[in-house]
């Protein structure tokens, strides 16, 4: 067999030896970074779970001892911006409906009549507070796969957007707004600042006067 034969016979094997050692070498690095944009693949993730607590009611109403214990609850939940408090009030009578209303305006809290849906059925004379709390994270942040710096196809870092989101997702008051954000008014609440607006919507604009002319000297 002629060397140059040797050689062509012995490429097939370079190249499976070259193919072999580059996929060794990618799955050392491991990891490489394949986001070419600037969209942020680590993006928070919004979680809501529902705490439930059954109160037993009479025709004349909720018993202190109830009342005592929702109280409990209530301070226990630790409950703050953010948390939606409902009950099912489908079983009970009106006195325990009133009730229920004065609790709520005692604990400083606003409880609505549409409770979301939760398992198990109520028993007559049982209503359901249900207390639902979101809350945000920005999940596999940080991220530390990518073994090596080698970046060939210059994307984007794989940990890309973990810090903004992850501060984001930590200081938001209501986790929820990251979905549907907060509906305006149109309004200015500062008392001071409408009557700067109107002061500034009202006045007349400068140069709505007579224009002179001034001739000047030959």
Not at 41 to 48: G, I
Not at 52 to 70: H, I, K, N, Y
Not at 190 to 197: L, Q, Y
Request: charged share 20%; net charge negative; glycine share 10%.
């Amino acid at each position: 067999m002629s060397r140059f034969q040797a050689n062509r016979a012995s490429r097939p094997a370079i190249a499976a030896l070259l193919v072999g050692a580059a996929a060794t070498l990618s799955g050392c690095l491991g990891g490489i970074p394949t986001n070419r944009s600037l969209y942020s693949e680590n993006q928070p993730v919004v979680t809501r779970t529902n705490y439930v607590f059954d109160v037993m009611t009479s025709p004349s109403g909720v018993p202190v001892s109830e009342q005592q214990r929702l109280a409990g609850w209530f301070e226990a939940m630790d409950l703050g911006y953010g948390d939606k408090v409902a009950v099912d009030l489908s079983g009970v009578g009106m006195a325990a409906r009133d009730d229920f209303a004065i609790l709520a305006d005692r604990q400083g809290i606003m409880m609505s009549d549409v409770a979301p849906v939760t398992e198990g059925a109520l028993a007559p004379g049982v209503a359901r507070v249900v207390v639902t709390r979101a809350t945000a994270t920005v999940p596999n942040c940080p991220n530390w796969d990518s073994k090596s710096d080698a970046n060939p196809h210059n994307a984007t870092s794989k940990g890309f957007g973990c810090a903004i989101n992850g501060n984001l997702a930590a200081m938001v008051a209501d986790p929820e707004d990251l979905l549907r954000g907060q509906k305006g008014s149109g309004e200015t609440v500062v008392m001071t600042s409408n009557r700067a607006i109107d002061i500034y919507r009202n006045k007349e604009p400068t140069g709505a006067g007579e224009l002179k002319v001034v001739k000047s000297d030959e």
